[in-house]
């Protein structure tokens, strides 16, 4: 087990900058995930962990040792790709044990460590089937077994999860999380799937355009966001945003939102103790499931445009303000396309971003 460090780490492909300067440490036994769109730089990172790619500036650490100028081998990590990369010749056991055998290590040493990954898997049954007579997820075991017989310092995961189907996925990444539960072993996991890293993650590193947006607990991310872009990315569906003006009058704060074509102006409630000054351009953020039905004319009028229930809870497509919102409710609605909804922001759990920097207030 060991702690990974990243420091200043810079990459650059000929004269394109992709990473600038990121600096993340990630402790013992933790299980970090680094999420963000597609380009942000989350795999490119990882590869610069693992030694597949060059760093340009900048250090990183594993355990204590800088390893910028030591080869994948001699890392002691372990890393699971997207594509499983399984050897389609070579059986289960074969391909669980391969890494082993290129080490020459002893084979009552790679049995012993085959047939623990194999019991922790649930892969036994299969160790003598060959890749195409296995299903996606249990080719995936099979990947995170060879990963697992190597008892490295370090797991990598690159999207593991990516080619699989919704069912499996969800699987899968409770079976990830109950074995690094388990085997205690420093993981840093990149995906670009927000649900995988809120579930998953002990932390949770934000990247955007080849930067940190934000790093922190699953729920520090969902309730404390530093800016819009971690808001909008963290949480489905996504937070609504508003554009407006902060107003403080008597002790009391709302925000005045122009209305858009027929829609008047709309005064949007905020906790009173938000930043801000009087007159400021300002951003209005709330998340779906803050957004409450009203009765007796209470609330902001809202137009239903779609509704679309899961079953669990409905999500309504609406437009409030001349503007498109989002509102999940946890109870059943019979609502109808056009029909006037009021909708009730939840005051406390509103979010106000500067409309010019994009930072929390």
Do not use: W
Not at 143 to 152: C, K, N, S, T, Y
Not at 190 to 195: A, I, K, L, P, S
């Amino acid at each position: 087990m060991a702690s990974v460090d990243i420091r200043g780490v810079e990459k650059q492909f000929g004269a394109t900058k992709v990473i600038h300067g990121i600096d993340i440490s990630i402790a013992d036994e933790e299980f970090v995930v680094l999420v963000g769109p597609s380009g942000c730089g989350k795999s490119t990172l990882l590869r610069m962990i693992a030694g597949l790619e060059e760093i340009t500036n900048g250090e990183i650490a594993i355990g204590g040792n800088v390893v910028n100028n030591v080869p994948p081998k001699d890392r002691d990590i372990a890393m699971v790709f997207q594509n499983y990369a399984l050897y389609p010749h070579m059986t289960v056991r074969e391909n669980m044990a391969f890494s082993l055998k290129l080490r020459k290590a002893e084979k009552s040493v790679i049995d012993d460590r085959v047939h623990k990954a194999a019991d922790i898997l649930g892969l036994k049954p299969f160790l003598d089937r060959y890749p195409r007579q296995l299903s996606g997820g249990q080719r995936q075991r099979v990947a995170m077994g060879r990963a697992i017989v190597r008892d490295p310092q370090v797991f990598l995961f690159d999207e593991p999860l990516s080619n699989l189907d919704a069912k499996l996925r969800v699987q899968m990444r409770t079976e990830i999380k109950a074995l690094h539960q388990r085997l205690r072993t420093t993981s840093v996991y990149v995906t670009h799937d927000q649900v995988e890293a809120m579930t998953m993650a002990d932390r949770i590193v934000v990247m955007h355009d080849g930067i940190v947006e934000q790093v922190g607990t699953p729920l520090d991310l969902y309730d404390h966001p530093a800016n819009t872009f971690v808001a909008g990315f963290i949480g489905s569906p996504a937070m609504n945003f508003v554009e407006g003006t902060l107003k403080r009058a008597g002790g009391r704060s709302h925000v005045q939102v122009a209305g858009v074509g027929n829609a008047g102006t709309v005064e949007l409630p905020v906790p009173d103790a938000v930043g801000g000054q009087d007159g400021q351009k300002v951003i209005y953020g709330a998340r779906p499931e803050h957004l409450d039905l009203a009765h007796d004319g209470a609330g902001v009028p809202a137009k239903v445009i779609v509704v679309e229930p899961t079953g669990a809870d409905t999500q309504v497509f609406a437009e409030m303000a001349g503007r498109q919102i989002s509102a999940v409710f946890g109870e059943r609605h019979d609502f109808k396309p056009d029909q006037i909804i009021r909708l009730q922001p939840r005051q406390a759990s509103i979010h106000l971003f500067d409309a010019a920097s994009g930072r929390h207030l």
